[in-house]
């Protein structure tokens, strides 16, 4: 999996959303994505950060797309987005893009997801990711 592990994935209200978080924050870990991946395994997610736009190409299977505001909290998503497209979420305030499998139910619009590590919790976007969230 490209990028780098970030912990699990939790709603506000602590329901565990995704198991395994990556996270692709560089450029080219960012470009390069998913593509020539074989597939994304169930409950696992990789978040594009910063990303406010998404390519599928050289993509081998689709994925729903969650875009994310400032603050993290769910501001569009996409279902089933297939291989080769290209996708500009309608909403202006997007900062990052979180890729999940198809069969990874789509968050309602203005959930907030937080980020879960052995140190603790933290906001999903924070730039201080070792403060522990209060």
């Not at 450029?27 to 910063?50: A, C, H, M, S, V």
């Not at 990874?104 to 980020?115: E, F, K, N, V, Y």
């Amino acid at each position: 999996m490209i990028g780098s592990f970030a912990g699990s994935l939790l709603t506000e209200e602590g329901t565990l959303y995704l198991e395994n978080l990556y996270v692709a924050d560089t450029w080219w870990t960012r470009f390069r994505g998913l593509q020539f991946q074989q597939e994304l395994p169930e409950k696992t997610g990789l978040l594009l950060n910063p990303c406010s736009s998404v390519h599928t190409c050289f993509m081998g299977f689709p994925l729903n797309l969650i875009f994310l505001d400032q603050q993290g909290s769910v501001a569009e998503c996409r279902e089933d987005v297939r291989p080769w497209r290209f996708v500009l979420p309608k909403c202006r305030n997007i900062v990052a893009t979180l890729e999940v499998p198809i069969s990874q139910p789509l968050p309602a619009i203005g959930t907030r997801l937080l980020l879960e590590r052995p140190s603790g919790r933290g906001l999903l976007l924070d730039r201080h990711p070792d403060k522990p969230l209060k």
